[in-house]
């Protein structure tokens, strides 16, 4: 158990909606990184977050956003979905910011499929 | 594109015998990450090893790293069916790290 939650485990939504995965990290870890992993793909970063702030941005959609709040814990906001946003989305943290990245903690997954 | 590239795709070999993975990355780096993913759940990391150091041990694990070449190595000695998983590596860019697509070891009973 890496200590990071994600919920829900498994999300199946149709086209156009919108979703809001869940993400608590690890007890004082204070960066927050969100994932997108497809069928058999590597992981593709989206963003994270430090302590409340964004810190470094990757290959996230501008249908897509995130936010960390005062407790740490974050949200990763899909919208107007496409059949090709189905993946596993994870959530990590690690206890730095960034620059010489810590190793990081990887919460088990949602699997959103969208039909 | 990505940093990091697994090499090979695929390993398939019996229990017992050692397996290596290989990363070969394209710029600078101030650490390099080898995770292991079992099928469908999260990433556990497995070892870190910084740009100045040329090789790092970890129970049965065994990671080098060729700074000059701009690459890696993962060994798996005397393996057994729950090392069967995917392996990345990872290596840091931008605040970010910047992960290959994955070797898929596969144990024989």
């Known amino acids: 158990d890496s200590g990071v939650t994600q919920t829900p485990k498994h999300l199946i939504t149709a086209t156009g909606q919108r979703v809001t995965l869940r993400c608590s990290p690890r007890?004082?870890?204070?960066?927050v990184y969100w994932y997108q992993q497809s069928l058999d793909q590597g992981l593709q970063f989206l963003i994270q977050y430090y302590n409340g702030e964004e810190r470094a941005k990757g290959n996230i959609l501008e249908r897509f956003s995130a936010q960390q709040f005062p407790d740490l814990h974050s949200e990763l906001n899909l919208s107007s979905l496409e059949l090709g946003d189905s993946a596993l989305y994870f959530c990590a943290s690690s206890w730095g910011a960034g620059g010489s990245v810590d190793e990081q903690y990887f919460g088990p997954g949602t699997r959103l499929t969208v039909t | 594109s990505q940093q990091g590239e697994e090499d090979p795709q695929a390993l398939s070999i019996q229990e017992g015998e050692n397996a290596t993975m290989n990363c070969s990355y394209k710029t600078s780096i101030n650490n390099l990450q080898w995770y292991r993913q079992n099928s469908g759940r999260g990433l556990v990391h497995l070892i870190l090893i910084r740009s100045n150091e040329r090789e790092k041990h970890s129970g049965r694990l065994r990671v080098t790293l060729d700074t000059s070449k701009k690459s890696s190595s993962l060994l798996i000695t005397a393996s057994r069916a729950a090392d069967t998983a995917s392996y990345f590596c990872a290596t840091d860019l931008n605040y970010q790290l910047i992960w290959g697509a994955g070797t898929k070891l596969i144990i024989k009973p």
């Open positions: 007890s004082g870890d204070l960066s």
